[in-house]
């Protein structure tokens, strides 16, 4: 079973627009990670906050990280066509079994 | 510097045989990991090995073995071929088990 679950699960919107993303998660963990990944092919990694953390920045990416609420948001400013993907969140779990839990992603459609 | 590489890229297996993935991870990262992805859905973890031992288990069934090598290399092996193990097999190296993961391309099974 999948411990993140992203929303939405599909989302087009127009280049120059802002792209949120939401993840949920079920357990306590040490991060949560986020990846892209095109066409089927292997992820990219993004940006990873730790559970100390509440937001982190990187160029364009926004991520929030709300413990309480097991919950993080991925936000994407000014997009671009080339932004185009599927993100996905990633957990690890906190009891040390060194596990990687991915979500169900959400394929982003960025229209020129 | 060279990425993680897999190999092969594609192939095609009919039930019940056996395959043999590979995975080199970045020069340096002792952590591989491996994951399933069936089309449409996230990757599902598999095994995580760190300096050669196995750190972490999915829930797979014993057709799914894996070992890491000296040099941090990796096999996936699965026996006995089903038609639902066609999916993507991504291989993920790191430098430790909590921090970001680097994707190879990942290797296409079929199976007929």
């Known amino acids: 079973s999948q411990q993140g679950e992203e929303d939405p699960q599909a989302l087009s919107i127009q280049e120059g627009e802002n792209a949120t993303m939401n993840c949920s998660y079920k357990?306590?963990?040490?991060?949560l990670q986020w990846y892209r990944q095109n066409s089927g092919r292997g992820l990219v990694h993004l940006i990873l906050i730790r559970s100390n953390e509440r937001e982190k920045h990187s160029g364009r990416l926004r991520v929030t990280l709300d413990t309480s609420k097991k919950s993080s948001s991925l936000l994407i400013t000014a997009s671009r066509a080339a932004d185009t993907a599927s993100y996905f969140c990633?957990?690890?779990?906190?009891?040390?079994?060194?596990?990687?839990?991915f979500g169900t992603g959400t394929r982003l459609k960025v229209l020129a | 510097d060279a990425g993680v590489t897999q190999s092969p890229t594609h192939l095609i297996k009919t039930r019940g045989q056996h395959v043999t993935l590979r995975c080199s991870p970045i020069?340096?990262?002792?952590?591989v990991s491996w994951y399933q992805q069936v089309l449409g859905q996230g990757p599902q973890f598999i095994f995580q090995y760190y300096e050669k031992e196995e750190r972490g288990r999915g829930n797979f069934p014993d057709r799914f073995s894996a070992r890491q090598f000296p040099n941090y290399s990796s096999e996936l092996n699965v026996n006995a071929l089903l038609l639902g193990d066609s999916a993507l097999y991504l291989c993920?190296?790191?430098?430790?088990?909590?921090?970001?993961?680097?994707f190879g391309p990942g290797t296409r099974l079929t199976v007929l």
């Open positions: 990633a957990t690890d779990l906190s009891s040390g079994t060194y596990k990687y839990i």
């Open positions: 020069s340096g990262h002792k952590s």
């Open positions: 357990t306590s963990i040490n991060n």
């Open positions: 993920a190296g790191g430098t430790a088990s909590y921090n970001e993961q680097f």
